[in-house]
């Protein structure tokens, strides 16, 4: 799911990671909500940390997700409106959480280390046929498709959220801000799973 801002407001989206139905008694369950922004330095580190943590942790708990700092950022080239990207991570999560959070990651990586434009609908394109989303220039193609989705998550997710990249770890029961560190990730799966 996506949210995003207009104008004066930031641009987020969310992510939800829901643990797989069934999944191994031995093993915990964790859902883990995230409001990010796709052009936000740090909500790219955050996301990065994460997949560490949650590598790290799959023989531990259940994640419908798996997958160092060591990027090379370039931050030259050019900002915009991120609506777009933002209906683009909604509609990817019809089509499954995996292929959204491995859209958001393309994404991230296009922005800050290739220099492309998060505004420019071919970046947008080329990004979903890599990860295997199916319809996306049709979905694109109408402004108003997402837009009604992305603004309800903005409104659900924000009103007690004052920076990004924000986690909340299983319905709240634990809540990160900022770019933390993988074990800072684990810490907060336990917590939340006692």
């Not at 009604?148 to 924000?158: D, F």
């Not at 299983?170 to 990730?185: A, D, I, R, Y």
Request: glycine residues 10%; contains cysteine; negative net charge.
């Amino acid at each position: 799911m996506c949210v995003c801002g207009f104008i004066l407001k930031p641009s987020i989206f969310k992510t939800l990671h829901k643990t797989m139905a069934g999944g191994s008694a031995a093993k915990k369950l964790i859902q883990i909500d995230i409001v990010s922004d796709t052009v936000c330095p740090w909500c790219f580190v955050g996301k990065k940390n994460l997949d560490k943590a949650l590598e790290a942790s799959r023989d531990r708990y259940d994640f419908e997700i798996f997958r160092g700092h060591g990027l090379e950022y370039n931050l030259s080239g050019l900002t915009g409106n991120t609506l777009d990207s933002h209906r683009l991570i909604y509609f990817a999560g019809l089509q499954g959480h995996e292929k959204q959070h491995e859209l958001v990651g393309e994404l991230f990586l296009g922005y800050f280390t290739q220099e492309k434009y998060i505004g420019d609908r071919e970046f947008l394109l080329e990004s979903a046929r890599k990860i295997g989303v199916e319809g996306a220039a049709e979905f694109l193609e109408d402004p108003n498709n997402g837009l009604n989705e992305v603004n309800e998550e903005l409104k659900k997710y924000t009103k007690d959220i004052n920076g990004v990249p924000h986690f909340l770890i299983n319905n709240g029961k634990q809540e990160l801000s900022g770019g933390q560190p993988p074990e800072v990730f684990l810490r907060a799966f336990e917590a939340a799973t006692k």
